[in-house]
């Protein structure tokens, strides 16, 4: 079973060279067929390439954008499975590639999807994508390895969109073939590329709505619950602007808050200007990353070892409640409050 990887370049020297490393470093690097597909990059991008063994292909050219670069990966090719890593990503672990193949020996199975872990180096933000899209969330490209021959099922990727082609190609692989979801980290997903800027959340938007109707998927429940948390935001604010002893109840307090994404690290920053004891942000799960700003990261098994007051849910979907019931049986000594009560 040969495994293609395709990483699309332009310009990216500076951090290309972490992600390349990620892959000769792999266990099975035997059967993988590294394919570099660059736009024409003017710097020691492809100079950095030619440098590694493993990869296989590097064809320059100026292309159309991310997803005709993708494209033309698909096209080279050779492998059973293909997967796509970003120049600024990296591979996490060395086995974890071992265990997505062999998956496919199971010739019933179309595609493989894991999680991912994202982080964003300026506001220090980690999280943890699902497998499976579950919840209002979607599934991350770093994260989704798929038979060549899907491609030949479902087509190429689509350059209608500009930034969400990769996801209409996945719900549409998940919809319609088979596939296993495997509760491994594949990936470090660097936050930073055109869909990550704030410039581009509109047409984000727009098309992710536009592959909903086209898959005839529901955005009403999605959009109420993106109002509902917008109008909570509204509140908060006000709270903090206009009340001069915004948070005053917590002064003194020792206090977890749950999540590792912008509204916790808000909540956080918010809490300690008030005086609040911010003992560490707290996940689900084990993260490779164990702070957040100095502020250590704790999974909720490891809560009861800590003497605190107050937990700070600051989940903002539709499992809300879930998440907040599941903290509790964690731990009884600390009262939970959602972001929404401050």
Known sequence: MKLSIITATYNCDDLFDACLKSVANQDIIDDIE??????GSTNNTLATA???PHVKKIYSSPDRGIYHAFNRGVEMA???????LGADDTL???????????????????????????????????WLTHASEKEGTN???QGFFCRKSLFEK?????EYFTLYADSFFMKTAMRRYSGKCLDIVSANFRQGGSSSL???????????????????DGVKDNQHQLDRNVQDLKFLLEQLVCKEHAFS???????????????SIIIANALKSAGGNIQCFVTSDRQATSSIKDVPIKSLDMLSQLPLDIIVNCVEGAHEEAIAESIRRSITNAEVVSWRAL
């Open 34 to 39: 590294h394919i570099i597909v660059d736009g």
């Open 50 to 52: 030619a440098s590694y």
């Open 78 to 84: 050779e492998g059973d499975v293909v997967y796509f």
């Open 92 to 126: 996490n672990g060395t086995s974890n590639l071992a265990k997505v193949l062999v998956e496919f020996s199971n010739r019933d199975i179309d595609y493989v999807s894991t999680r991912v872990r994202c982080f964003d180096d300026n506001t220090g933000e980690t």
């Open 139 to 141: 599934v991350c490209h």
């Open 154 to 158: 479902i087509g190429p990727f689509s």
């Open 198 to 216: 704030s410039s581009n959340r509109t047409l984000l938007k727009k098309e992710s709505q536009a592959v909903a109707l086209l898959l005839e």
């Open 249 to 263: 109840d917590y002064q003194g307090k020792n206090i977890a808050v749950f999540g590792t994404r912008q509204l």
